[in-house]
Structures are given as structure tokens and as C-alpha cells.
């Protein structure tokens, strides 16, 4: 058994709630496809949740795989680049050799022992806060997403999953879809092109827990 989180809409805000479901064993694509199928038919079975989108490259639905950080582009560049490039650690400092790397480089340079501490996030050259937690991956999410043309296909889903991410990671791209959905209800989605009206409406608006 494995536990993910999904997302869905609740009240005016995203919402977050934790699943337990049958893992597949193995790290290929095809296992972890069927995991993810597991994933969604719990939640169709306990929660009645029917239309689940998974965004990863592991997703069953080629929109989910295209949605990936690691697909998702902005300006040119995959949204895991400038997140992972974005990065400021204690001891390696401004990680902006990787908005040029490849996905799964950028991906990697987290397991480097020798990065330190994670203390803040600078994008270009304009620092950004790490609170709240996670307003500054679903920021640069969120911008990549405008760009994607086929975006409003993500409004025929209720809930939205990431079978790749454990339940506390931060760079959730399923959460960030999510918050898309709703800035879309709200008709606010101009929002994202300031970042610190983005974070106000954040603080209100993401994440409860269910």
C-alpha cells in the first residue's frame, strides 16, 4: 500500500486530501501507470471522485504527461529548470546553472549532499520569499501554465493527482493545477502576473486540509 495526496475544490479553496491505494511494485513506467490507476479508482470507489486527472510523465492521459514540470514550458525553458535553478542553498548558493540544463539534470542536482540548507529562491535576479511554503513553485507553475495552450482542458476534471510526488513534498504540480481551476472559477487568473497579489490570494486560498 502507498498513500498520495489528491486536490480538489472545496469551499472557494484548494483543498488537499491523502489516500491510501494499492503501489505497484517497480520503477517503470508501465508499473507506475498502474499504480496510478489504482490511485484514481480508490478515489472513484471511497469518494465518488470520477474525472481525476494525474499530472506527471507518469500519467495514464497524455494531457497529465504533458502538464508535467518536466514538460511544461516557460519562455523556452521546462518549469523544473527554473524552479531547481531558482534555488538559493547555504552553501552552494544561486543554482542558475541548471535554467539551462535538461529536466532530469535539474531534477537530480536535489540529491547533491553537498547543497546545504535551502534559503530562499531567486528568479533571475529578483529575490522570492519561501513562505508561504509553497506560493513560489505554484508562482512559477502557474506562469508556465498560461502559456499552454490546451490549458482549459484542465476544467473537465474534479480532482487532480501527482503519483510521482510523496505526500509532503512542496513542488506538487497537481496542487498547482488545481489552484489554476479555481483562479479560472474566480475569474482571476490575472493574478499570476504579480507575484505578491499572487501571494495574498495564496494565503487565503491554498491549502485545507480534508
Known sequence: MAQRNFWVIQDNKVAKGIVDFKWEPGTSITQKRRSCVNLHNTLSEKLGLTKVLDISSASTINLGVRLS??????????????????????KAGHMKHLYNASSMEAKKSMKNPNLGRLIGFRLIDIDYPMEPRTVFYDYIYLR??????????????????????????????????CIYKLLHQQNKLSLVENFDVFKEWHKEHVEVII
Open 69 to 90: 514540470a518536466f514538460n511544461l514550458m516557460l519562455n523556452g525553458k521546462s518549469v523544473e529548470c527554473w524552479y531547481q535553478g531558482s534555488k538559493i542553498y547555504d
Open 144 to 177: 508556465g501554465l498560461m502559456q499552454f495552450e490546451d490549458k482549459d482542458k484542465i476544467l473537465d476534471y474534479e480532482a487532480f493527482t501527482d503519483i510521482q510526488a510523496i505526500i509532503d513534498i512542496d513542488a506538487c504540480q497537481a496542487r498547482s493545477v
